[in-house]
């Protein structure tokens, strides 16, 4: 049978989510627990390859199995037992055998938190990024609504990207500056991302809101397909992966 998982991790102590040769990553310890626990080589796939560094609130992982004696709503509870403190999984279903978590990933949210404040705050320095000038959320605002919609997203992707085709869709951009104090969150929901797209956006937003870039730049940047004329990449401890659907995407009211 297939099983998927819905886990969450801290990815700080991570070389990222894909398991590396010279380095330890959430796949190599999930699948060490899992191979543990049912006492055979597991092997996982997820829809997203988060880079080092970066979190997860609800990522995906499936795999097959032989057989389980394990009830499916107790996997999580055991599992957890095998894994690390700074790796969760909270949820566990079977799944068709032709499910893929990749491919059948109909979107994905993201959010990049920067704190907004003169000095860092070190309660908050393993989530986010740090920007000591002040923002102005009302311009980042402006410029996050000319980023909803399909477009090539080309300038907003790093050097060394092996995709061919860099047009995709964000359906829903959103500023947040609700909690905690000084924390201004951006939340990008679409149905796939280039390679550091979300960091390069979140980097353009933040030099819109310290005016490096003006909001009505963003239909420029997007048509020069131009990586230079974007914001830079930001840190990757801000990034943390929200969800993963498999259903259309529907914004909320």
Not at 30 to 52: G, N, V
Not at 229 to 235: I, L, N
Request: positive net charge.
């Amino acid at each position: 049978m297939q099983i998927l998982l819905t886990l969450a991790y801290d990815g700080t102590e991570y070389a990222g989510w894909q398991r590396q040769q010279n380095a330890i990553a959430v796949q190599q310890r999930l699948e060490e627990a899992l191979s543990a626990l049912y006492c055979q080589s597991i092997t996982t796939k997820a829809p997203s390859r988060t880079d080092a560094g970066v979190h997860a609130l609800c990522q995906r992982a499936a795999f097959f199995v032989d057989e389980t004696r394990i009830p499916i709503g107790k996997l999580p509870q055991v599992l957890n037992g095998y894994l690390p403190r700074d790796i969760s999984v909270s949820a566990a279903e079977v799944v068709p055998d032709s499910f893929n978590p990749r491919f059948d990933a109909m979107y994905k949210t993201y959010a990049y938190s920067i704190y907004n404040a003169p000095t860092p705050n070190p309660l908050y320095s393993r989530y986010s990024a740090h920007e000591p000038r002040s923002m102005n959320v009302e311009a980042m605002k402006n410029a996050a609504s000319m980023l909803i919609g399909q477009h090539d997203f080309a300038a907003f992707q790093s050097t060394g990207s092996s995709a061919k085709n860099t047009v995709r869709e964000i359906y829903a951009l959103d500023i947040i500056t609700d909690k905690p104090p000084g924390m201004v969150t951006m939340i990008v929901t679409g149905n796939g991302f280039l390679y550091n797209m979300v960091r390069i956006i979140a980097g353009t937003m933040m030099y819109v809101g310290i005016g490096k870039l003006r909001a009505h730049s963003i239909p420029r940047i997007i048509l020069s397909c131009d990586r230079a004329r974007a914001g830079k990449t930001m840190p990757p401890q801000g990034l943390t992966l929200l969800e993963v659907g498999y259903t259309k995407y529907r914004q909320l009211e």
